[in-house]
């Protein structure tokens, strides 16, 4: 991969977040996280050059790339993948593109570029794309954030969205020499599977998005404090936290899924 890189005289995008995944055992271990995937539809975001891709088609998986970068949206259309009927190309940022689509993916896996990865995850949640399957290699610090739970110094909004609909679970770790060129922070893989039953209705989504924006918007603020932007009322406040059992000082780094749910079915 190295020499196709050099070749077509790519200077790595240090922006797209481009560091290529070279072991092909590592890039088998990633594509196995996703059980299954013969005959079923993958969305793939930031194929590059087609390192895990090519392990999936052989596979007998139906993949739909994302990609951003034309130098290499080219060469997987018109060279790596040219004859793969199982093979589509989305040209563009995937922020944008990937919700334009009209047909919802099985699952979706991505080496992600770490400055958009968290951005697509929340995304993908909060739009309600919501494959049964998702398989992200991302920086290990995302991965712990999305994996954390309440109490801990890396839960933030981010942990609780991951985990709105979906069990989440660190599957390893993939050292920095596994990437071309190399980055300064080791990655991991996440597994995200879709719980049998939603925690919330369809219909709360909206509100438990604004909730738990509000909740964390000042990290060192209690829940009290936070939430009186979005309830001014200050005896209204009081009673709600009181009807959710929820202690006015605490902050929302100590509150559960399920804590947040309760609170906001409270008023
Ligand atoms: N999948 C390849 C691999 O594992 O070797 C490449 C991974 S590299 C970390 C991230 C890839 O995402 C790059 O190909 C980059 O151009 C692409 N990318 C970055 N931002 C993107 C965006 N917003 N939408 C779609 N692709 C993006």
């Known amino acids: 991969m190295i ?36 005959g079923r539809s993958i969305f793939e975001i930031g194929p590059g050059l087609g390192a895990i891709t090519s392990v999936m088609l052989e596979k007998g998986a139906f993949v739909r790339a994302f990609e951003i970068d034309h130098g290499f949206a080219q ?16 040209e563009g940022d995937a922020l ?14 991505g080496n992600l570029p770490y400055n958009v990865g968290s951005l697509i995850i929340g995304d993908i949640i909060e739009r309600g794309l919501l494959p049964e399957r998702m398989v992200f290699t991302l920086q290990k610090e995302v991965v712990e954030r999305m994996c954390a739970q309440e109490g801990g110094k890396e839960y933030s909004s981010f942990s609780v969205l991951s985990q709105l609909d979906y069990d989440v679970s660190y599957s390893f770790t993939i050292a920095r020499t596994a990437f071309y060129p190399q980055p300064n922070v080791d990655s991991a893989v996440v597994v995200m599977k879709k719980k049998a039953d939603s925690v919330i209705e369809k219909g709360e989504r909206e509100k438990f998005f604004l909730l738990l924006r509000t909740l964390f918007s000042q990290r060192r603020k209690t829940i009290k404090n936070n939430l009186g ?15 959710a059992g929820i202690d006015e000082k605490e902050r929302a780094e100590n509150l559960s899924l399920k804590d947040i749910v309760r609170l906001m079915r409270c008023y």
């Open 3 to 38: 020499s196709v890189l050099d070749e077509h005289g790519f200077a790595m995008s240090k922006k797209f977040g481009q560091n290529f995944l070279l072991p092909l055992s590592i890039r088998e271990k990633i594509v196995s996280q996703m059980g299954t995937i013969e």
């Open 75 to 90: 060469i997987l259309r018109s060279e790596a993948f040219a004859d793969e009927e199982r093979f589509s190309l989305v």
């Open 96 to 109: 944008k593109t990937l919700f334009k689509e009209t047909e919802r993916p099985d699952l979706i896996v």
């Open 229 to 243: 932007r979005i309830i001014q009322d200050r005896d209204q406040l009081k009673e709600v936290l009181e009807k």
